[in-house]
C-alpha cells in the first residue's frame, strides 16, 4: 500500500475560532481555493459548536461534504468539501 494515498486538499483550521468566525474564515477559504476539487475543514472534536456553525455554512451555500475517512475509519473532527 503506497505511503500516502490520501489526496492534499487545502486545509482550514478552526481550533482555537469562535463561532462567530466560522462563517467569513470558511467563505474566505473556499473562495481563495475555488479552484481546488475540494477542500479540508478541521473542526476538531471538543463541544461540537464549531462543528455545528460550519456544517451551517456548508448547507446555506449548498455545498456537499462527508466527513474525512483514514484507513476505514470516520473522523468526525475533519470535513471534506467538494467545490467541483
Same mark, same amino acid.
Given at each position: 500500500m503506497?505511503?500516502?494515498r490520501h489526496k492534499k486538499y487545502p486545509v482550514l483550521d478552526l481550533h482555537g475560532y469562535t463561532t462567530d468566525e466560522i462563517f467569513n @474564515?470558511?467563505?474566505?477559504? %473556499?473562495? #481563495?481555493y475555488s479552484h481546488s476539487p475540494k477542500v #479540508?475543514? %478541521?473542526v476538531g472534536k471538543g463541544t461540537g459548536a464549531v462543528k455545528k456553525k460550519a456544517v451551517e /455554512? @456548508? #448547507?446555506l451555500g449548498n455545498y456537499p461534504w462527508k466527513y474525512?475517512? %483514514? /484507513?476505514? #475509519?470516520i473522523n468526525e473532527g475533519c470535513l471534506i468539501v467538494e467545490l467541483n
Open positions: 503506497p505511503r500516502n @474564515l470558511m467563505d474566505q477559504h %473556499i473562495t #481563495k #479540508k475543514i %478541521i /455554512y @456548508l #448547507k474525512e475517512t %483514514i /484507513y476505514g #475509519k
